[in-house]
């Protein structure tokens, strides 16, 4: 019998405690005081009927309506019609009461103008129209939409046109060119800030296609420009936008959404950059999405820590590792800290290049006392980096930072600075880290052995690069052919070739079978400085033996050698002319 029933429960409710005294008897009924004046009146708008209070003579029975107090009928709420109005006051009246043009609050007074309640008698809703346009547009994919759509001879209104709106199972386009054909009614349709958003929502709900996507923003944005300062659009609905770009990895597209907003009349906030970076760095339009990401620091806006974490791993993706950091340090010092997971790719990019290695090791102070348990990968990456850049003290400091207060250093680590020195040739320093190694329980392997051997041969230590050989032969059965390769080297470099041929010969007790390198090594500095053929062509033919093949270049020295010292002896037995 009555409409918005199921709203009665909720008005009558607010009534009750907000109107707790009416008296029955009186003629006049007195209103008293509350706080909040407008928000009667939007509860009691509902779908454009007015609720109203009446007496005990109201002839709308109590039994109509579900009420926790039946006792006390002069609180009920009725969900009226017209005849509720009363042209001659401009008020809602009652058999025994009206209330007036004036209501009288405790911190306000509200009136009741003209025009502030309107005729309750709603137009309704045809089934059967509605039930066709929608047959319509769930089968219709032709030009023929907008001229069926003529012969219907709908009764349009807003109402109407978000059933449509909000009804599955039709296609966006078809959507969009209703709507068009709905704003071509203006005498009956005018569009409004719901209808709007109903649209753009319905279109771009899932993974919809591009072209719908593209169509409806066209539309809006016409809306847009044509009825500016009419609050038609929000931020709202320009980021349900962009978050469809964004899915579809329209990155030039969102930015064009962003760039409008101003023209829109709408001020951007964090998701709006989020998506529209998230857009650009799926098609990897690093050198767009770097502009928006500024401004959006500018702004001083910025989003969830979540989506920060995903803006960091973006642009380090396009490697543009400070333009993170910046993000980064601005998301810090707004309580926002990124995941670890991008923390550690960032720190890792960073210690790429040696300019931006300290601010990786700057980060590494921001991880949790939990998660630093587990950030051996990040504490790495920066020992390498400060290691490549020569801050070998930062490196070391860093490493005995990591024994003290974690994570657990292991031989990567360990390897990274006794190598660093290494090269420096620092070599009491290289042989301390081993030493701090060991008595933390790690056992050197041949990667530790063979860079101090390295160090000691490129200063040419050969008894020191012997001795940790030595070392390492007690340690490990099998033996690295790159350890053997370093000596030999550092032998032929001090012409002591029968240390060389005999580390030749050792190699293969050990495990290590020796390679091209090591006989053209040793070829070439027995051609070169010893001037022993002899020796070299023993070389070769154990060469291939062993199945290995000796360049050209070594092949032609020894034939130039050997023919040299035979015009040399054919000299030396011509007999001598005397003067």
Not at 340 to 347: G, K, P, T
Request: hydrophobic share 40%.
């Amino acid at each position: 019998m009555w409409r918005a029933l199921s709203r009665f429960s909720l008005c009558r409710s607010y009534i009750h405690l907000r109107f707790s005294s009416l008296s029955a008897g009186s003629s006049r009924r007195k209103i008293f005081r509350h706080d909040s004046p407008p928000s009667i009146w939007s509860l009691l708008r509902l779908n454009g009927r007015y609720a109203r209070l009446f007496s005990d003579h109201s002839t709308v029975p109590v039994g109509d309506f579900d009420l926790a107090d039946k006792d006390d009928p002069s609180k009920i709420v009725e969900i009226a019609s017209g005849e509720f109005y009363d042209d001659r006051t401009g008020g809602l009246a009652g058999e025994d009461g009206v209330f007036g043009d004036s209501f009288d609050f405790q911190t306000d007074s509200f009136s009741a103008g003209e025009g502030d309640i309107v005729s309750a008698e709603a137009r309704e809703i045809s089934p059967e129209e509605l039930g066709s346009v929608l047959s319509l547009l769930q089968s219709t994919a032709d030009g023929s939409l907008e001229s069926t759509l003529d012969s219907l001879h709908l009764s349009l209104c807003e109402e109407f046109v978000m059933k449509v709106l909000e009804t599955p199972l039709i296609s966006g386009e078809n959507l969009i060119r209703f709507f068009r054909w709905a704003l071509s009614k203006p005498s009956e349709f005018e569009v409004s800030f719901t209808t709007v958003g109903a649209l753009v929502r319905s279109v771009c709900r899932g993974d919809p296609p591009k072209k719908d996507v593209y169509l409806v923003w066209d539309l809006v944005r016409e809306i847009g420009m044509k009825q500016k300062g009419e609050a038609l659009l929000d931020v709202g609905i320009l980021n349900e936008l962009l978050a469809a770009f964004s899915r579809l990895g329209k990155g030039r597209a969102a930015l064009e959404v962003l760039d409008k907003f101003d023209e829109l009349e709408c001020v951007p906030d964090s998701m709006s950059y989020y998506f529209t970076i998230y857009a650009l760095c799926k098609r990897k339009s690093y050198e767009l999405a770097l502009p928006v990401c500024e401004k959006m620091l500018t702004a001083g806006i910025l989003p969830e820590a979540e989506q920060i974490s995903n803006i960091i791993s973006w642009l380090c993706q396009g490697r543009l590792a400070k333009n993170a950091h910046s993000l980064y340090s601005t998301a810090k010092e707004k309580g926002k800290l990124p995941s670890q997971s991008a923390m550690n790719i960032l720190i890792s990019l960073l210690c790429r290049d040696d300019e931006t290695v300290k601010f990786a090791r700057d980060m590494l102070g921001d991880i949790s006392k939990e998660a630093r348990r587990y950030a051996i990968k990040p504490f790495s990456a920066v020992i390498s980096g400060l290691c490549r850049s020569k801050d070998l003290d930062g490196a070391k400091s860093l490493l005995h930072e990591m024994v003290e207060a974690g994570p657990p250093p292991g031989n990567a680590v360990f390897n990274s600075v006794i190598h660093g020195f290494s090269k420096a040739r620092e070599m009491n320093t290289a042989l301390e880290v081993k030493t701090t190694m060991e008595l933390r329980g790690l056992k050197p392997d041949l990667f530790t052995y063979t860079v101090i051997i390295s160090g000691f041969v490129s200063g040419g230590d050969m008894e020191e690069a012997c001795k940790l050989l030595k070392e390492a032969k007690q340690k490990h059965k099998k033996l690295s052919p790159v350890m053997y390769h370093t000596l030999i080297r550092g032998y032929c470099k001090l012409e002591e070739f029968d240390k060389a041929l005999g580390l030749l010969r050792e190699m293969k007790s050990f495990g290590v079978e020796p390679n091209a390198d090591e006989y053209n090594k040793l070829i070439q500095s027995l051609c070169l400085k010893a001037l022993d053929t002899e020796t070299a062509e023993k070389l070769l033919e154990e060469m291939k033996e062993s199945g290995l093949f000796l360049n050209g270049i070594t092949r032609g020295l020894i034939r130039a050698v050997k023919e040299l010292q035979v015009e040399e002896l054919a000299i030396e037995e011509l007999p001598q002319i005397e003067a």
